[in-house]
């Protein structure tokens, strides 16, 4: 009993590493969305596969110093064949979304040491690079995932081409598995009887 309490002790050591980091992207992303107000647009909603593709392309770059920050944004998601931001097609499928429901998107990458959520909000409300696609109405999702020193805004639409929907891949096994579900069901059904 004795040895289970210097573990109990740390356990919420191993969990609070990736709190802090949902912390400063739902401090970043509340900001985002009051930014949005201010401007007289409505708030982006949190799109998962959006977030998931944040994520990916942030652990991707994360071991890229900051000066190279240049060469990542904008990026523009179409075809996943974007040449800025390394493995764009890999992500895109790591996160089972439809290549075609992308091309509407946006990547917008920023570095800022330990990504304090008060300048990372500024890079992207301040800078004209940014801020022209926060102050677009088409934009009606987004996605934010962070790594080290980056944070990476995926911005989403509500049209075909931007709404980052599932893979149909996913959905061929979705149907599979609903019908496999179904036979089952039959088979008690009948079982039973």
């Keep these: 009993m004795e040895l ?13 590493i990736p709190v802090l ?3 400063k992207e739902d401090s970043v992303f ?19 596969k959006a977030k998931c593709l944040a994520d990916e392309v942030a652990e991707d770059i994360e071991k890229t110093p900051c000066e190279n920050v240049n060469k990542y944004y904008p990026s523009t998601v ?27 998107g946006v990547i917008l990458p920023v570095c800022v040491a330990k990504l304090e959520p008060t300048i990372v909000l500024s890079n992207y409300t301040h800078s004209d690079r940014y801020a022209q696609f926060l ?23 509500n049209t075909a081409s931007g ?11 979705a149907a599979s598995v609903g019908l496999l ?11 039973f009887d």
């Design 21 to 23: 980091c949902n912390d």
């Design 78 to 104: 179409s075809g996943g064949g974007n040449v800025n931001i390394p493995n764009l097609r890999k992500h895109i499928e790591k996160c089972h979304i439809n290549i075609s429901t992308t091309s509407d």
């Design 30 to 48: 509340k900001g985002l969305n009051s930014y949005r107000q201010t401007q007289k647009l409505a708030p982006l909603t949190e799109v998962s």
């Design 181 to 191: 579900l179904f036979a089952f069901l039959l088979l008690l059904i009948n079982y």
């Design 4 to 16: 289970l309490k210097p573990s109990l002790f740390l356990l919420p050591l191993l969990f609070s």
């Design 135 to 157: 102050n677009n109405s088409k934009y009606t999702g987004a996605g934010l995932g962070s790594e080290d020193d980056w944070m990476v805004l995926v911005l989403t639409t």
């Design 163 to 173: 709404s980052f929907s599932a893979s149909s891949a996913v959905i061929a096994n």
